[in-house]
Nanobody, 125 residues
Framework: QVQLVQSGGGLVQAGGSLRLSCSAS????????MGWFRQTPGKERDFVAT????????YYADSVKGRFTISGDNAKNTVYLQMNSLKPEDTGVYYC??????????????????WGQGTQVTVSS
């Protein structure tokens, strides 16, 4: 059983930066793909970024490409989402997710088995 615990988030002005963290217990990430998704009230959960831990491949939604970076720290069993040049439309509840993988990454939320508790990110204009 994998448990994901998120930290980070909060309120920031447009143009600012935040870093989200997602730490796993129960497993190491070495054979997992990790993803970040965000959700706003009344809307579907949208893909943000994903990383295939074993090969280090990353993939981003077009809306965040060049501004967000997903990365991982094997020693800490933690994945990060560094968010720069934040915009008001980046506001939402951000979730990290994990699924067993051997080199692939996934951009659909239905492909993931484990989820963090979610953390609020609010970007003011």
């Amino acid at each position: 059983q994998v448990q994901l615990v998120q930290s980070g988030g909060g309120l920031v002005q447009a143009g600012g930066s935040l870093r989200l963290s997602c730490s796993a217990s129960g497993r190491t990430f070495s054979n997992y793909a990790m993803g970040w998704f965000r959700q706003t009230p009344g809307k579907e959960r949208d893909f943000v970024a994903t990383i295939s831990w074993s090969v280090g491949r990353t993939y981003y939604a077009d809306s965040v490409k060049g501004r967000f970076t997903i990365s991982g720290d094997n020693a800490k069993n933690t994945v990060y989402l560094q968010m720069n040049s934040l915009k008001p439309e980046d506001t939402g509840v951000y979730y990290c997710a994990a699924v067993r993988s051997w080199g692939s990454y996934f951009s659909r939320d239905i492909d993931y088995d484990y989820w963090g508790q979610g953390t609020q990110v609010t970007v003011s204009s």
